[in-house]
């Protein structure tokens, strides 16, 4: 087991070996070794060795007393063993020994030096690309065979005559004659002068061509227009139109290049669609002089080895369903439009040998699939409950147009968590360290990155408003919808030159968001009194979410006073190994209510709910582990809790309770109060028969949270510290679950569900019967639903001593999204000052400095 060279080494934070800058240096060693490379990071080093053979090593130095030896392993994986210098020593592995010679005698694996090319820096030979223009079949393992087309990423040239590099195509690493490579990035005059362009050429030419294979024509869209015709699926050739020409250059989406070789090679570095790279392009003979008819012929003339790398493809494309692998599977609801009806389904998750992903949809378990998914070319998106009045939705967007989108929804919600992680992985757009330009941090201490959008919408103005209507908003991202306000009227005109307003004072925060370019635009509904489908009626302007930067912040006011006002912003941050947040993990566990009291004071409401859901998000993933954390920040609370009071004021126990119960109740109870025609008829009769109502929903929810392990667990550790701090006022435990379930959880969504008084009216027979349950009066002289109700407090707090006992360790899967947004919230807190209400409120906290031990400080750096 190697650790990577960002790890931290176990300490306490007062430790002194937190302070580097304390701890004098060795001076730099004396070595003459080929394999030594000097300062050299991870992720360089990682990409001089990749595809080498095994055996092939170099050191590396990292930092003033760390060195490296990175290797590739039997499996062909680059690993780094951590070198320590202590004076004249080196430790590798807790051996000795007495130089960075020896480590490199005695360790097995280092059979083939990788030399170290002088005066040269790591970027100036890692990015040299070459196309081969003559094939090359080499007779010696040492050299590298190529054929007429592949890209070579050449990292050696200290010989005239020959150049070290890796066969993009293939892999293969190894030595090749310079007089049949021709550079990349080359300066021409005529397009013509390129191998791979061709003045008109059939589609065809590229079919039977490996993936990542390419060739350049002219376009019909006009003088000065290129078509790159990239192959990117087995039976997909996608075009990229190019504009510009060799004296002024080219632009590709916006994107200016001063030649096409230069637009070629990024596109050898990064994926120009679906993960898929340019490694190979296709070069047909062109004699002088020839016509465009011989051009058209000739260009349906494959050579032979273009046929057997396709053979060879497609022979292993048909067993490519025998290295499949089966990730997970599922259960679930899908629709292929918005305004369809949810269809169940049942899904799995497959990861195939070639690097691919593919989501697969069937009607039921072990029924005709019904449609496949490639995610390494789809987008996913997280949609805000109010799209659909549930929680657990997503979109997915394959990224060509022959596979259609999906909406997907899945239950519990915990299940969901689960698989939006898992589809996230896999998806694009997700994968890519964002910019840091101030942080020295290798790019492989990321695994991923978390965009989070967060968008309030305050009012819209215009003269096409009427009174008799009402509106709501659409918020759409890249033209789908994620989030949807409530509806509301036109406010009262003041004055009778005043334009009609609507107040919409909704906001919304949207996680897992697309990392690349996004666009961001609010439509205005309008809905008739007669109850048809909405109408839009208004837009606002397109926002652009540019891809190049971690903070976006727009204020939008519109112009002439017409239209919308609202805020967007979007905040981007790394995620990193599950190892890199056991500071936070510690603190959490050690001392949560310190932890977040910061927070919880300064943060926006937005963001303070934000960070009270990502730690419901972990208990909901891994509940033991987070149990002891819950049950701290509840005893905290009720430790100052009057019996009048329990769970009755805003906190950060009730903020995180609330939280964690609303993700279990919300969706059920809505479509319950929605479904069910009791309540359907009351809210049609004006609330006739309230008493038989409130029975209907009480059994609903007891027989419901016996379902629902998260709520039942969060509600049993509430009862085991009410138990603590009550232990001699049986009826205040039941007073604490009253005022966590019902007042916090059932009452908002009846009042948000049922129109007109009937939610009101319901809301306050609900919570009479709550305080019968938790009174004193016995179940002699109370309502039939009062006794159901204190029969289901009674069954938690049974389950209460089981909360009590304390569990830790490792999670069987690390949703780090979560533990890094929480870092990233606990570091925005660090930048802001308490305003109004909270800076009456910051008097609890003390002055304005903000303690934590060094390690976390450092983590939460790295996330602001």
């Avoid at 009402?470 to 409530?486: D, E, F, H, R």
Wanted: glycine residues 4%.
């Amino acid at each position: 087991m190697h650790s990577s060279e960002n790890s931290t080494p176990n300490s306490s934070s007062d430790s002194p070996c937190y302070y580097k800058t304390q701890i004098s240096s060795p001076s730099e060693p004396h070595v003459n070794g080929p394999w030594y490379h000097g300062e050299l990071d991870e992720a360089d080093a990682t990409q001089l060795l990749q595809a080498a053979p095994t055996g092939t090593f170099l050191v590396r130095k990292r930092g003033h007393y760390r060195f490296y030896l990175s290797f590739v392993d039997k499996d062909k994986r680059v690993k780094h063993s951590p070198i320590r210098q202590i004076n004249s020593s080196y430790f590798l592995d807790g051996l000795k020994f007495e130089s960075l010679l020896e480590i490199i005698e005695n360790f097995e694996l280092a059979k083939y030096p990788l030399r170290r090319m002088e005066n040269e820096s790591c970027a100036d030979y890692l990015e040299i690309k070459y196309v081969c223009i003559r094939s090359y079949e080499p007779g010696d393992v040492e050299y590298m065979s190529a054929d007429r087309g592949d890209i070579v990423s050449v990292y050696e040239t200290d010989d005239d005559d020959w150049l070290m590099g890796r066969n993009e195509t293939t892999g293969a690493v190894g030595l090749i004659p310079v007089e049949n490579l021709e550079p990349l990035v080359l300066e021409v005059e005529d397009m013509n002068e390129l191998p791979y362009f061709y003045d008109t050429i059939l589609t065809d030419a590229i079919h039977l061509n490996p993936i990542g294979s390419f060739l350049l024509r002219k376009s019909s869209k006009g003088t000065d227009t290129y078509a790159l015709l990239v192959k990117t699926q087995y039976d997909l050739v996608e075009k990229f139109l190019i504009v510009g020409s060799p004296s002024r250059g080219f632009s590709v989406a916006g994107r200016q290049f001063p030649t096409i070789g230069h637009v070629l090679n990024r596109y050898c570095d990064r994926a120009i669609s679906g993960g898929v790279r340019l490694t190979h392009a296709v070069c047909i003979e062109k004699p002088e002089n020839a016509s465009n008819d011989e051009l058209m012929t000739m260009s349906q003339q494959f050579d032979d080895r273009s046929r057997k790398r396709a053979d060879r493809e497609d022979a292993y494309s048909e067993n490519v369903e025998s290295v499949t692998n089966l990730m997970a599977s599922t259960s679930a609801m899908r629709k292929s439009r918005e305004d369809k009806h949810w269809k169940e389904c049942y899904l799995t998750l497959s990861d195939l040998s070639i690097g691919a992903s593919h989501l697969s949809i069937f009607d039921s378990a072990g029924s005709k699939r019904r449609q496949c998914i490639d995610l390494s070319s789809s987008t996913i998106l997280w949609l805000d409950e109010s799209v659909f009045a549930a929680d657990g939705c997503v979109y997915i967007s394959p990224s060509f147009p022959h596979q259609p989108s999906v909406y997907l929804c899945f239950r519990p919600f915990s299940n969901f968590l689960h698989w939006i992680k898992m589809l996230r992985q896999r998806s694009i757009f997700q994968d890519s360290p964002p910019p840091i330009s101030q942080l020295s941090m290798s790019y492989t201490e990321f695994t991923t990155q978390m965009s989070i959008l967060f968008v309030d919408i305050e009012k819209y103005r215009s003269d096409a408003l009427k009174s008799d209507n009402l509106y709501s908003v659409n918020v759409l991202l890249n033209g789908t919808k994620i989030c949807a306000s409530p509806s509301f009227a036109p406010a009262a005109n003041r004055s009778t030159n005043e334009m009609p307003v609507v107040v919409i004072d909704s906001r919304f925060v949207l996680p897992c968001i697309p990392v690349c370019h996004n666009g961001l635009q609010l439509s205005m509904l309008a809905h008739s009194p007669t109850g048809k489908r909405g109408r839009p009626c208004g837009v606002s302007p397109l926002i652009s979410l540019p891809e190049g930067e971690n903070s976006v912040a727009i204020n939008h006011v519109p112009q002439s006073d017409v239209g919308f006002t609202f805020r967007v912003l979007r905040q981007r941050f790394p995620v990193l190994s599950i190892e890199r947040y056991a500071p936070l993990i510690d603190e959490m566990r050690g001392n949560p209510s310190e932890l977040f009291r910061w927070p919880a004071h300064v943060l926006p409401q937005q963001h303070k709910l934000f960070l009270y859901t990502c730690i419901s998000y972990l208990f909901s993933i891994d509940s033991s582990n987070m149990a002891g954390v819950f049950r701290k920040i509840i005893a905290d609370v009720l430790s100052a809790s009057t019996p009048e009071d329990v769970f009755r004021k805003d906190s950060l126990a009730t903020g995180i309770v609330t939280q964690t119960l609303r993700q279990s109740f919300n969706t059920p109870l809505y479509e319950f109060l929605h479904e069910n025609s009791t309540f359907l008829q009351a809210n049609s009769n004006g609330g006739a028969n309230m008493e038989s109502v409130v029975e209907i929903l009480v059994d609903f929810v007891d027989e419901k949270l016996v379902t629902l392990p998260v709520a039942s667990k969060v509600l049993a550790i509430a009862a085991a510290c009410a138990q603590h701090r009550f232990e001699s006022e049986p009826h205040l435990v039941k007073r604490t679950l009253s005022a966590l379930l019902v007042l916090r959880v059932l009452n908002p969504v009846i009042f948000s569900s049922l129109s007109g008084s009937v939610g009101s009216q319901l809301a306050k027979a609900v919570q009479s019967c709550a305080k019968a349950s938790a009174s004193l009066t016995s179940d002699a002289n109370i309502t039939t639903a009062a006794c159901t109700m204190r029969r289901m407090f009674d069954r938690v707090i049974a389950n209460a001593d089981d909360q009590m006992i304390e569990t830790s360790g490792q999670s069987a899967e690390a949703h780090t999204e979560w533990l890094a947004c929480i870092s990233h919230l606990i570091g925005f807190s660090l930048t802001l000052k308490p305003s109004g209400a909270a800076s009456a409120s910051a008097a609890d906290v003390g002055d304005h400095h903000v303690s934590m031990p060094l390690p976390l400080f450092e983590l939460i750096r790295l996330h602001q």
